[in-house]
């Protein structure tokens, strides 16, 4: 089996090769070359260097999948690829659209008689060994037809991939799916923080989170990935002190970005009058982690001296 994937970022590329072990062929296309080239003398693709290559080199059904960003990238993609392709092609999309534009281009593409999937995709840079879980939309045929390259990406052919439903589904899905996943992590963030600055207990955030994933009704993935950052580095070697928690967050901003899919889920909740206080206040939060200023809190400041002349201590900048 052979398929098209364009954009080969660290997700891509990824994908790519994790397809090359299922031995499906991959033409390979990216605006950067350099990836191209990389993946090619890894013989994990056939290179492409324009579309009309990409095309030309696929058999009917052609099947491309797309891992570009969302929005206008994507969106460019795709009107340049309608009238390389005909009846029964098949465009996959793959990045993280938003699911109202997965709607809309599947009913652009029916026009051209070119089906449509929108595969919501989880699994970041673990995918590679780990697998990816994909939430597909599209017709049943259509999914059918690119079951082989779904069995290849996820964790295993029986499970880790599925049909949610048609086109639009997909990403309606991986959208609730981060949304949920914003929950999660705030969740965890607070408690840690609550551990960790409890001083008289001395408590072990490393020791703590490694003990929570065995057993624990809080055990999860992201739980795993924290677990495994507050570990010692095993080229440190079994000598050295434990590294602390803390000497590891001082090496990262605290600014959080959001990847938009967490706005879009609030928007959705609002428009269905659904209450969703918790994944709403932890994009807030993230939302909190980016104002270097303090401007709000100083107005809170200014408020509390005017009604009641409560002055807070003013902080000396360390130089």
Not at 274 to 290: D, E, H, K, Y
């Amino acid at each position: 089996m052979r398929i098209a994937l364009l954009g080969l970022g660290k997700m891509g590329a990824n994908m790519a090769r994790r397809l090359a072990r299922h031995n499906i062929e991959v033409v390979g296309f990216n605006r950067s070359q350099e990836i191209v080239n990389t993946l090619a003398a890894e013989q994990v693709i056939i290179p492409a260097n324009t579309l009309t290559e990409v095309v030309a080199k696929l058999s009917t059904p052609r099947i491309i999948w797309l891992m570009l960003p969302a929005g206008i990238t994507t969106e460019e993609a795709i009107n340049q690829l309608v009238p390389l392709l005909g009846k029964g092609d098949i465009i996959i999309d793959g990045g993280n659209s938003n699911y109202h534009d997965s709607v809309r281009r599947g009913q652009l593409l029916a026009q051209h008689n070119i089906s449509f999937v929108d595969a919501g995709t989880s699994g970041g840079i673990w995918g590679l060994e780990n697998g990816y879980c994909l939430m597909v939309g599209g017709t049943t045929q259509t999914v059918e037809i690119i079951a082989p390259v779904l069995k290849a990406l996820a964790p295993a052919s029986d499970r880790g991939w599925a049909r949610v439903g048609p086109v639009g589904a997909g990403h309606y899905t991986k959208m609730i799916h981060n949304g949920i996943e914003y929950g999660m992590m705030q969740a965890y963030s607070e408690g840690f923080t609550l551990l960790h600055r409890k001083e008289e207990f001395e408590i072990d955030l490393a020791q703590i989170t490694e003990l929570w994933r065995h057993g624990s009704v809080v055990r999860s993935w992201l739980l795993d990935l924290t677990a495994q950052a507050f570990k010692v580095d095993a080229a440190v070697g079994p000598a050295s002190p434990a590294q602390k928690p803390a000497q590891i967050l001082d090496a990262l901003s605290p600014y959080v970005e959001d990847s938009g899919e967490g706005r879009w889920v609030v928007i959705e909740a609002v428009e269905q009058g659904v209450a969703i206080p918790v994944i709403t206040l932890a994009l807030q939060m993230r939302f909190v982690s980016r104002e270097t200023s303090g401007y709000g809190y100083r107005l809170l400041s200014l408020m509390r001296k005017a009604f009641g002349g409560h002055v807070a201590p003013k902080i000396e900048k360390k130089s």
